[in-house]
């Protein structure tokens, strides 16, 4: 799987542009993705904040990974927050699939994208599914600049290090 993902964010948005990144619980369908570019970038194109447009940019990575970015230049206010959040339970609710389970965590694991509940997690890397090397996809970041050094990482640069570390002893 080519995970290079870098070159196609905007190199016109600031390091500190707000990323969010919504997981779906399953991989969309070829049909599916090509719609969704489209309903991104319509989103993108329209998306506002207190009247002024944001300057925004939005992509399906990996067939999973909803990923919208709003450059610092303008604000993004709670209301305008609130209207992505809409568009994103919009996507869920029209293609079946949860955007919102933050306790599904998604790693490449045999060159294809894995998504464990958190509570398998301990049970996968005492099975040797998992381990420090494995890549895990931190959705947690909020920034371009981490986007970029941080969403696909080891394991062990990861949040989720300790837990494995407590296993192995």
């Not at 399906?60 to 303008?74: E, P, R």
Request: with cysteine; net charge negative.
């Amino acid at each position: 799987m080519n995970l290079e993902y870098k070159d196609l964010l905007p190199e016109d948005f600031s390091p500190q542009s707000k990323v969010w990144i919504y997981q779906s619980s399953r991989l969309f369908s070829l049909g599916e993705a090509l719609e969704l570019e489209t309903k991104i970038n319509d989103f993108c194109n329209e998306w506002q904040s207190h009247g002024d447009r944001v300057k925004a940019f939005g992509t399906l990575f990996f067939g999973q990974f909803i990923l919208l970015m709003a450059d610092d230049s303008v604000s993004v206010s709670g209301c305008s927050t609130d209207s992505s959040v809409r568009f994103i339970k919009s996507i869920g609710e029209n293609y079946k699939v949860d955007l919102f389970n933050r306790t599904n965590l998604a790693f490449l694991v045999k060159d294809k994208i894995q998504v464990l509940p958190l509570s398998q997690v301990k049970y996968a890397a005492e099975n040797g599914f998992l381990t420090s090397d494995t890549l895990y996809f931190n959705n947690l970041v909020q920034t371009k600049k981490e986007l970029e050094n941080n969403w696909i990482i080891p394991v062990k640069d990861s949040w989720l290090a300790p837990k494995l570390q407590a296993i192995a002893r």
